[in-house]
């Protein structure tokens, strides 16, 4: 391994572009030397704009460049078990965006591709380094609020995605209650045993036609006894939701949602605040730089990764779960799936 890790990147679309500007300009010790997008022209574009050295409309000369040590996998999501698969058979070290794929079993197969080739491996779950939701997985591991006995998180999305997207995403689930799976387990610091689900369609009819609902609570029952409930919806009108909070034997602790700024305005009607901040882009803007400094510390420096293979699986697991107690209107074990 070089001073730096030498950084290629697989997709060039919103998160492809972003990642590629944190790592030219806030990380230090990685070097992105490549960028390829099956739409050669993004790719073109984010180079220019980025000084990144190459850019492919194909992912081959990227994965077959020896100088290049790391991945960051950052496609459609269809592509990516097998770009992860080819990226470690050229023994390169991956940062996969989530979901690894929708199917199990092919999970199983690119996580037994990984181990076999002896690369290092890390899925983009970016949640877990928000400052909020870090501090209440600190304080919880901690004891601050005694034996946690009740878990509930808010997100809320301002606005549903493209009817397209929902068709090729997995469902709500799989492309957005995922993170919130991830972060059940992450704050509570125990697995789930069992998830049941009530959802349906209230945002829009489109959604539903596609196959997919866009408002839902899920309950969770955790391997310790505790329980959660998750809510989730397509669309809230006053922006971004995304709130946490952790009940135990000896207190409580909660987040609230990140402002633009902390004033107020009271008058003779009214106290008002500016609506959260609007979406992932700038909610958790922060979040994604100290993914990728955890991620490339680890590829230079060794130790664990953040968010492993498993963790990954175990997300996609929990939405098999739900997909199945929604369909079934009944509660389902994780040992179902």
Same mark, same amino acid.
């Given at each position: 391994m070089t001073e730096n890790a030498k950084v290629g990147i697989i997709g060039a679309g919103r998160i492809g572009s972003l990642h590629a500007e944190h790592l030219v300009t806030r990380i230090p010790r990685a070097d992105v030397v490549a960028i390829s997008d099956v739409r050669k022209e993004v790719a073109e574009s984010c180079a220019a704009r980025l000084s990144i050295p190459e850019a492919f409309g194909n992912p081959a000369p990227l994965l077959q460049d020896p100088d290049i +040590? #790391? #991945?960051?996998?950052?496609?459609s999501t269809n592509t990516h078990a097998a770009l992860v698969e080819a990226a470690a058979a050229a023994g390169k070290h991956i940062f996969c965006e989530k979901?690894? +794929?929708? +199917?199990?079993?092919?999970? +199983?197969? #690119?996580?037994a591709a990984v181990e076999k080739a002896g690369v290092k491996f890390m899925v983009g779950f970016n949640r877990r380094f928000d400052h909020n939701f870090r501090r209440v997985r600190d304080l919880v591991a901690?004891?601050?609020?005694?034996?946690?006995?009740i878990l509930h998180i808010i997100s809320r999305d301002p606005a549903p995605p493209p009817i397209e997207y929902v068709k090729v995403s997995g469902g709500i689930f799989l492309d957005m209650t995922i993170h919130d799976f991830d972060m059940a387990r992450y704050l509570m610091g125990c697995e789930v045993e069992e998830v049941y689900v009530a959802g349906g369609v209230m945002v829009d009819p489109a959604i539903g036609e596609a196959g997919d609902i866009d408002t839902t609570v899920i309950m969770l029952r955790f391997e310790n006894g505790a329980i959660g409930t998750i809510d989730n919806s397509r669309r809230a009108v006053y922006g971004y939701d995304q709130r946490v909070e952790i009940f135990g034997s000896g207190g409580v602790v909660r987040t609230e949602n990140d402002f633009p700024n902390t004033a107020s305005v009271s008058d003779g009607q009214s106290i008002h605040t500016d609506l959260p901040l609007n979406f992932f882009m700038d909610r958790y803007t922060e979040s994604y730089v100290m993914e990728l400094q955890a991620f490339i510390d680890y590829v230079l420096g060794g130790g664990e990764p953040s968010a492993t293979g498993q963790d990954g699986r175990m997300a996609i697991a929990m939405g098999y779960a739900a997909r199945k107690s929604y369909a079934e209107h009944r509660p389902v074990a994780l040992t179902e799936v």
């Open positions: +040590d #790391v #991945v960051l996998i950052c496609s979901p690894i +794929d929708l +199917d199990l079993a092919r999970v +199983d197969r #690119v996580l901690a004891g601050a609020i005694g034996t946690p006995q």
